[in-house]
C-alpha cells in the first residue's frame, strides 16, 4: 500500500467529491431522523498543505480555486465554509489555506447531535493520525480496518438511514473488483442507503465496466457524475467521477449549478461536467 492522500489532498478530484459529499449530507440532515455515515477509506481526516500537498501543489489547482474564484454558486458555499472554517480553527486564515479537512472532518461538520460517522483506514499511520484527530469526540469511532471487511459488520445501520463514502486509492488493478463486490453486498445489507463511490477515469474499459454492473443491479437513482480538467495533469489524472446510488433528491439540480461551474474554474477551456444517469426512477 503506497498511496498517500496527503499529496492529492485538496485537488479537483477532492473537490468533486467534498462538494457532492456535502450536498448529498445537507440533504439527509433536512429530515428529522438520524443518519450514519461510513466512511469505508477516510484517510487521516486532516492534511498540512505546507508539506506533502506543497510538493505537488495540486490543491492550488483544485480547492485554491476555488476560494479564490469571484462568483461561485450558492451550492457550493456550504463547502467552502467548512474549509474556510477548517482553516481558521486550526490558526490558518482561511483565505490562503494551510490545512485541508479530509471526508471525515467534513463529515463530521454535517452531523447534528443525534448522527454519527464511522471512519476506517488501513494504513497504520494515517489510521492512528485519524484516531487522534476524532479522539474524545462520542460521535466519531474511528477503526483500523479494511473498510470493504468492516462494512459488512456495519450494516444495516441501526438507524436505518444513511451514506457510505467509498473512496479507495485505486493502486490495485481490481480495485473496481472489490468496489463492486462490496457493493453488492452492502446493497443485500441496506438497500436504502446512499451510496457514494469515488472513481478515477483513467482505464476508460474498466470505468465503462463499473457503470455497466450499476446498471445491471438495477437500482433507484442512481447517477455519474465526472469533471474533467484538462486532457492531461502532471499526476495524469485528469477525469474523475463520483457514482451516487440512491441519490437523495434534489441532488441533480444542484449538481446542474455546481457542474459548469467547476468544469470553468478548475479546468478553463478543457473543463467538461458530465451527467449520466443510470437510473432515473
Ligand atoms: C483516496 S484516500 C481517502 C481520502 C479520504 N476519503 C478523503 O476524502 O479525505 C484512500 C485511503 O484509503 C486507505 N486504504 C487503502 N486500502 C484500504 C482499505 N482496504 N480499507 C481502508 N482504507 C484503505 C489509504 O491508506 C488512503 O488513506
Known sequence: MNYRHAFHAGNFADVLKHAVLTLALETIAGKDKPFVVIDTHAGRGRYDLAREAQRTGEWQNGIGKVLQSAKPPREMKRYADIVRGFDRRLGGSGETLQHY???????RALLR??????????QDEDALALRREFAGDRQVETKRADG?????ALLPPAERRGL???DPPFEARDEFDKVQRALKQALRRFATGTYLVWYPVKDREAVAGFKAFLVAAKL????????????KTPTGLARAGVALINAPWPLENELEKI???LAQTLGGAAGRFD?????KD
Open 275 to 279: 451527467v449520466e444517469w443510470i437510473a
Open 220 to 231: 433507484k437513482r442512481t447517477l455519474t457524475a465526472e469533471l474533467q480538467v484538462g486532457s
Open 164 to 166: 457510505v463514502l467509498i
Open 148 to 152: 470493504y471487511a468492516a462494512l459488512k
Open 101 to 107: 479537512p479530509g471526508s471525515p472532518r467534513i463529515v
Open 113 to 122: 447531535p443525534e448522527d454519527r460517522l464511522v471512519a476506517c483506514e488501513l
Open 259 to 261: 457542474g459548469p461551474y
